[in-house]
Structure formats: C-alpha cells, structure tokens
C-alpha cells in the first residue's frame, strides 16, 4: 500500500514547534513556543499605546524597551513621516493611555529622522505635548540623543508661540517647570520670537522680566498669591476659574477651597485628587452636594479628553482606602457612589458603537505570564487585569458573547458585564496562574458546539502550551461550522509577537487598551472575509 508522506504535512503543529512551510514567517517567543512576528508599524502602535515599562514574566524592561526601540527606529528608517503622523493621530484621538510612548518617539525622530520628518516635527509636537510636562519630556529624551540644535530650538520655539495668548498663560501660571527644565530655561534657549504683544508680554513674565498688559490665568496667579482672607481666595478662584496648582498651598487643607475648586476642576485634576479630597473628608457622606458634583463630573465629562485607563488607574487607587505618598500614608473612607461613577466614567470613555448582531467569544489569558509587568506604568494593573477589563467592556456593547478564561485548559472565571470591576479584577487574580495555550477558546466552542462570528484572544502572545497553533485551530473551526469565522487578537504587552496569522485575512491585531479598539473590532467582525 503506497505510503501517504502528505499527510504529515497536513498534520496540525504543536505550538512548540513551528507550522511546516512556514518556518521563516515564526519566531520562539519569550516562553519557548512558536509565534508568528507582528509588522514593524503594529508593533509601533503596541509601543504607543502599551509602552515598555516593567518586567513581563518572560522579558526584563531592559529587554523590552531595546526591542521596541530598534523596531522605531526601523519604522523611523522606513519612513519618518509616517512616524511621526501616527504618534500625533495617536494622542489627538485619545487612544493612549499615556504621552510618554509617543513623546518619546518624537525625540528620536530630532535624532534619526530625516529632512522630511523633521521639517513637520514642531507642528507635531504642539499637538502630541499638550502640557509643559509633556514638552519638558521630551525636551529631556531629546537632549540625551543630541545636543541643541536648529531642530530642536525650532520645536520648542513653536510649542510656545503656537499657544493662544490665553492658553499660554494658563500653561505658565500652571507649571513653573517639569523635568529639570523651567519654562525660562526653554524660553531663554529656544528664543521664540513672539507672535503677539501678548506673547511678547507673557515670555518676559516668564523670565522674571517687568511685563505690561499680562491677561488670563498668569494675572490670576499674581492676584492670588496677594490674598489673605479666606472668602475673598474663594472668590477669586470662582470668578478666574482657577485650577488647584496655581492656588497657594497652605490654602489646600481648607474645605470651602476645595468647594470653589471642584466646579470647574478638569476631569483629569478631579480623578488625581480624589484621595485627597477624600482625605480631608470633602468628598464624604457628610457632603453629599460635593458627592453629586463629583459623581456627576465623573460621568459625564463633556469634551474633556480622558482615556479608560485613567479611570481605572483612579478607581484602583481610591478603592482601597488608603496609599502612600512622599512617604506619608493617606487614609480615607470610600464611598461607593464614587466607584460606582468611575466605573461608569471608565466604559463611557471607551469610543461608542453600535452593536453588530455578531456572536462573540471572548478569551482572557489568566496563565501566569500575565501576572507580571503592568499596562502603561501603572502599578497593579498587570496585563491579565487589564485583559479582563477589556474583555468586559467589550462585551457590554454585544448582546450574544461568552467571556472565559484561558490557560494551558479553560478556565471559568464567573465574569458578565454585570460584574462589578473590582470583583471582576478580583476574580481573575485568584486565578492568575498556569501555562498558556491560547487556542483554548476555539478548541472549547469547537468541543461544545458554539458557533462564533468571532473569537476575540485577549493576550501577551506567549502561548507555548501544548496543543494545535491558534491559526491551524481556527482553519478547522471555520471547515467545521462553515462559517467566515474572525479572529482578533488584543496583544497586552508591547512584543512582537502575535497568536494570529499574517496572511489570513479574517485575523487583526489589536493593541491592548487602545480606546477605539470596540469600534476597530466592531467594524473588522461586520466585514466579509
């Protein structure tokens, strides 16, 4: 009987191994299995939007940002323009959780980036910087890569002088400086030539020059730092719309100052605050008039540009009662109202859409290689938290969907939509442990029946468990049921790796805690293959 040699080509692969005729296409991954590589540009967005602070459990940060920057700067020697564009599209449309990422890019792009790039370099970064913290940033990154130079002068000149009047007064009264650098510091090497009286007049007042004419927010802060009596400080602060950092400090720890604050406070100020005004007992049961003004800033920010994960790194912080600061404990009783409204105001801040219709299996890696590391810097949001938030959010614009869990087999976490976060983030803590095989939601439909427009892999792509490769899996899934099934794959961690398969088109990749990644998903799974 003649030997049939195709089939052990056909056979499925392993995750261990990688799929045969495919080998140049795969890489081993950090935890030793097989993964297909994400372009050099979806790499860029996973920077963007994920960053590269702290250890993932297979990586140092070490590691992790060195790949990442070499991978920019092969974006940056593809094409530096483009670059440039999508680190700016980034924060102008809120979909990251921190500037940092792209700030950073945009320095080195003052380095490595040619005629081109540079030339729409300062445009960029009066967009990407929106604060003296963020020009301050990266001025300092900048300036470790190259000295000063026209480029540079240039950038910075521009982020000041392309301010109106009115916000550039605001932007100096609020921060004197950042980062080492003061805004006289800036000034006096960047040499803006002022774009009006009004410029003209703010820039000598930022250098400590006698200046005429000062309007906006500076004239508020020379007003308040005159004041002595406590009525005639809330005064002032209501009738300027003061923001909290140009208020004298000895004033803070008052209550009828915090009450004068909170009515105009931006959403941002408001949810940094929290603790503190919790503290001094402002936002209590004992007022409930500043409970409602909160609750409701909270929900409903109007235009304000918040991202989810600000939300949430808020509510982390407040439902706990207490932290430390400076080296100084804070205690506070929690209201629940408030965690409430944070969590409403997290989903809220999601991009809307509309519901698909389609049926959506969502699967959250629990093993334990999403037990380390945190999403944009923030301490305890390790990737299998933030997976589960997402997963959550997710699922609350889709009627027809099934949330589980994953490790090396499946794991039943008990979360709905209707689950609270913080017992949602508790429950998957409790189970954050194990090998990982990211297949398992498509081997668990498949074993039960389920038919799936699209399974949504919530992961850090560092699946090596044994089993079948998720793309060999999802072939078999789309013959077993006949259907165009999808696949997307969130990636939790700024790698390049990716459980999905390049040249499928029905497969997307999709970086972690990217704002608009429901109305990105929404779209993909209506599409046709």
Partial sequence: MPRNYGSYINQPTPQSQ???GRESEMKKNNAGGYSFSVDHWTMLDRFLILGAEGNTYYASERQMTLSNVHNLLQCISDDGSRVVTRATQMVLENRVPKRTPALFTLS??????DVRAQSILPSAISIAARTLDDLTYFVSEARRLRGWGPVLRKTVANWYNSRTPEDLSYALAK????NGWTNADLLRVSHPVPSSQAHNALYRWAVGKPAEGLTGMVLAKEALARVTRESDMVELITHFRAPREIVPTHWLKSKNIWKALLPHMGITALLRNLANLS???????SNWDVVDLVCNALENPGNQRVHPIQYLQALMVYSKGSMVAHGKSKLWSVVPHVLTSLENGMY????NVKPTGKTFYYGVDVSSSMRNGSIAAIEGLSPALGAAVMAMALARTEKHHIIRGFTGNMVDLGITPATSLSDALDKVQLRNFGSTNAAIPIRDAMANNIPVDAF???TDNETWGNGTHVSQL????RQKFGRPTKLIAIGMTATEFTVTDPKDAGSLNVAGFDAAAPQLIADFAAQGL
Wanted: aromatic share 20%.
């Fill in 18 to 20: 990688p799929i045969f």
């Fill in 108 to 113: 080195l792009i003052s380095k490595y980036g």
């Fill in 175 to 178: 921060y004197v400086g950042r």
């Fill in 279 to 285: 503290e001094d007992e402002i936002l209590a049961y």
């Fill in 348 to 351: 809220n801040a999601f991009k």
């Fill in 456 to 458: 949504v892999i919530i």
């Fill in 474 to 477: 999802l072939n078999q899934y």
